[in-house]
């Protein structure tokens, strides 16, 4: 008698050997369409048939000029939309010169610290024409005022204006820790970043939930779908706590997940998360527009699978998870470059990973019928499975009065933090194999070129600070970062009039990051041993 293999998915699924009707026949529901609820076959009835997803590459790094510069080639090699990277400074509500800021300036990706760096960063990029993803959250309101004053400046009108400000404060307290304030003013700060988007910029989704950080953190996918919209409903919930209707600033709301390498787990994540998301908001929030109950996406593959050692193998890992957010149905994907384990990517990576969308774009053959693999037994299976495990978990958050006491009691970060432990046990066993680094390692690996950070753009930003604050009216400056404390003291006042009022009078992302902060006061998390 042959010995019994176990096999399990990432997230702890056993594998049967084979798969059929029996597996599936229990939930699946006959002839389900895709454009129709719950979604599970996709969003739109036609897909990519007729309109393909969203192309990125995340970008940023350095000074605004040089950004501005890899806007514009991406733009030209056949990008379809911007997406900016900040640096540490930018992403924890400090300037460029502040001395705690001192070696990070662009180093992560580009430093934004006034109006005069966000106008050179999209300097002769018209904004009216262009779609922008911009990967920032403690800071959003800030950069979000400084992007809707650049288009002023443009002559281009708020309602104009078209992408995404991440903004999903509760995952940097679960996995990725740029936070500022605590966590009920942050929320506060979201509330009033999607009320004032609902009234005065329509088409931009004024915040992205996102999963992938709680993956790349150490999830699995199941958790990584728990933990978003369980994230979700503590946003929904504060919008409805102050007045807003569901359907009046749902359609807006975007999510942001991480596709790794387990391929079918994958694919079988998406199709879960759009039937789930359906039937939350259908039947938790009682959403009646369409809009509202639909779930958009943005993907981008996994940076925690790509390794420092054989790098070219990157691309092949970068292709593969690529595919799988494509058979998922995602709305808009950045791939990876090869080499961003050491490094920003070289404008030649940058390139590969872009040509790489592309060529599954239009030789694959993938676009070419909705939901490809929908009806495979075992993408089904999983497609349940991941429901099932999912419900668990948001009854059991449920149970703790939902994602804020969650975070506040660390069970996020806990569950998190034992699931990245044993997936390390597995990869330091040879139990998880991960190509070049714990088998078919090279004696001599090839060390790539580099992007090589210039460090005379420190001291060039901080100059440009200096000169921007001799230049401009103090008197102004001052009177608007009273504002800022002034109302931050005021429960019922929308801040998101007085931020752009201030970054149109000079006042710095630090500035109003320490206005906020005299107010909020500034998070400490809970320490678990």
């Not at 998301?277 to 593959?301: C, G, N, P, W």
């Not at 092949?316 to 080499?339: F, I, K, M, P, W």
């Amino acid at each position: 008698m042959s010995k019994k293999i176990e096999i399990k998915t990432d997230s702890g699924f056993l594998v049967k050997e084979v798969y059929n009707r029996n597996d599936i026949s229990k939930k699946n529901v006959k002839d389900e369409k895709p454009g129709k609820y719950p979604f599970t076959r996709g969003i739109h009835d036609t897909m990519y048939r007729q309109r393909l997803w969203t192309m990125r590459q995340y970008s940023g790094f350095g000074s605004a000029e040089e950004t501005n510069n890899r806007f514009k080639f991406l733009l030209d090699h056949g990008q379809t939309g911007l997406s900016l990277a900040f640096d540490l400074p930018t992403q924890t509500g400090r300037d460029s010169d502040n001395p705690e800021s001192e070696g990070e300036v662009g180093r992560t990706g580009v430093a934004i610290s006034s109006i005069e760096d966000m106008m050179a960063c999209f300097a002769a990029i018209p904004l009216d024409k262009v779609s922008t993803s911009m990967t920032i959250n403690s800071t959003a309101a800030t950069l979000l005022s400084l992007y809707i004053t650049v288009a002023d400046l443009q002559g281009v009108s708020s309602g104009s204006l078209r992408g995404t400000t991440q903004n999903d404060i509760m995952k940097e307290y679960i996995a990725r820790n740029t936070y500022i304030y605590p966590p009920k003013p942050s929320l506060r700060l979201i509330g009033d970043m999607i009320q004032y988007c609902s009234e005065y910029v329509p088409q931009w989704y004024p915040i992205s939930i996102s999963g992938y950080h709680i993956r790349e953190a150490g999830s699995n996918a199941t958790q990584e779908l728990a933990f978003t919209f369980a994230d979700a409903i503590e946003y929904i919930q504060t919008c409805l706590d102050r007045g807003l209707k569901i359907d009046d600033f749902a359609p807006r709301l975007s999510f942001f997940f991480c596709c790794t390498m387990e391929f079918f787990e994958e694919i079988a994540k998406f199709r879960a998360a759009r039937r789930i998301y359906a039937k939350i908001m259908k039947e938790r929030f009682h959403a009646k527009d369409s809009k509202s109950v639909t779930l958009r996406f943005h993907v981008q593959t996994s940076g925690e699978s790509l390794t420092a050692q054989q790098v070219d193998n990157n691309i092949v890992r970068v292709t593969t998870e690529a595919l799988a957010a494509v058979l998922g149905g995602c709305q808009s994907l950045h791939t990876n470059s090869r080499d961003e384990a050491l490094a920003l990517p070289t404008e030649e990576s940058v390139k590969i990973a872009l040509r790489t969308q592309q060529m599954i774009a239009t030789e694959t053959g993938v676009t070419k019928t909705v939901d490809p693999l929908g009806g495979s037994y075992y993408i089904e299976f999983l497609t349940n499975k991941i429901e099932d495990e999912v419900d668990k978990y948001l009854k059991r958050i449920d149970r703790m009065c939902g994602a804020l006491s969650a975070v506040e009691k660390g069970f996020f970060q806990d569950e998190i933090r034992q699931n990245a432990y044993s997936l390390k046990k597995e990869i330091d066993e040879q139990k998880r194999i991960i190509v070049g680094v714990n088998k078919y390692q090279d004696q001599h690996d090839i060390e790539p070129l580099l992007n090589v950070m210039d460090p005379e753009i420190e001291k060039k930003q901080v100059a440009r600070l200096k000169e921007l604050r001799m230049k401009r009216d103090k008197n102004k400056a001052d009177h608007a970062i009273e504002l800022l404390a002034t109302n931050a003291e005021k429960d019922n006042q929308n801040l998101m009039p007085h931020i752009i009022n201030a970054v149109k009078n000079r006042v710095t992302l630090g500035e109003i990051s320490d206005a906020f902060q005299s107010v909020f006061g500034k998070y400490e998390p809970r320490i678990s041993f």
